[in-house]
């Protein structure tokens, strides 16, 4: 039997995960100094238009983090594809701020237990032979 709980936990991080880093986009768009006011040893650094590319891309990653936990909900073998959509693009997130950092590591986790939530138990997992009868019949 599948451990549907472990899935259901790893959406749900994956859902905070694709919200925070949509909220961390969404401020690159608003505020495009932001992230200049966590380090000042920075100096205050602006980007300019960089800001909203990085902006743009952080809401297309939090995107491709949705569909991913929308299959990692879908039963049939899409939780392992999922998973690994929500695991590789919150990774990626960081390069944008990744949802201030919680937001990748909660997708990072989520993919992770939506992938290992999909292991079947041993006797699910064992293929049984047809029976002569079966294979005559074709």
Same mark, same amino acid.
């Given at each position: 039997?599948?451990?549907?709980?472990?899935?259901?936990?790893?959406?749900? $991080?994956?859902?905070?995960?694709?919200? #925070?880093? #949509?909220?961390?986009?969404?401020?690159?768009?608003?505020?495009?100094?932001?992230?200049?006011?966590?380090?000042?040893?920075?100096?205050?650094?602006? $980007?300019?238009?960089?800001?909203?590319?990085?902006?743009?891309?952080?809401? #297309?990653?939090?995107?491709?983090?949705?569909?991913?936990?929308?299959?990692?909900?879908?039963?049939?073998?899409?939780?392992?594809?999922?998973?690994?959509?929500?695991? $590789?693009?919150?990774?990626?997130?960081?390069?944008?701020?990744?949802?201030?950092?919680?937001?990748?590591?909660?997708?990072?986790?989520?993919?992770?237990?939506?992938?290992?939530?999909?292991?079947?138990?041993?006797?699910?997992?064992?293929?049984?032979?047809?029976?002569?009868?079966?294979?005559?019949?074709?």
């Amino acid at each position: 039997m599948r451990r549907r709980g472990i899935s259901n936990v790893g959406l749900i $991080l994956s859902l905070v995960a694709g919200v #925070l880093i #949509l909220i961390g986009g969404i401020i690159w768009f608003i505020d495009p100094n932001f992230y200049s006011h966590l380090s000042p040893a920075l100096g205050g650094f602006n $980007l300019g238009v960089a800001t909203y590319i990085l902006g743009g891309l952080a809401i #297309l990653f939090a995107i491709v983090v949705f569909i991913g936990s929308y299959y990692v909900y879908l039963p049939g073998g899409y939780e392992m594809i999922g998973g690994t959509v929500v695991a $590789l693009f919150s990774i990626i997130s960081i390069a944008t701020g990744g949802g201030f950092i919680i937001g990748a590591i909660l997708g990072l986790i989520g993919g992770v237990l939506g992938i290992f939530g999909t292991r079947e138990s041993a006797e699910e997992a064992i293929v049984k032979p047809e029976s002569k009868e079966e294979h005559e019949k074709f």
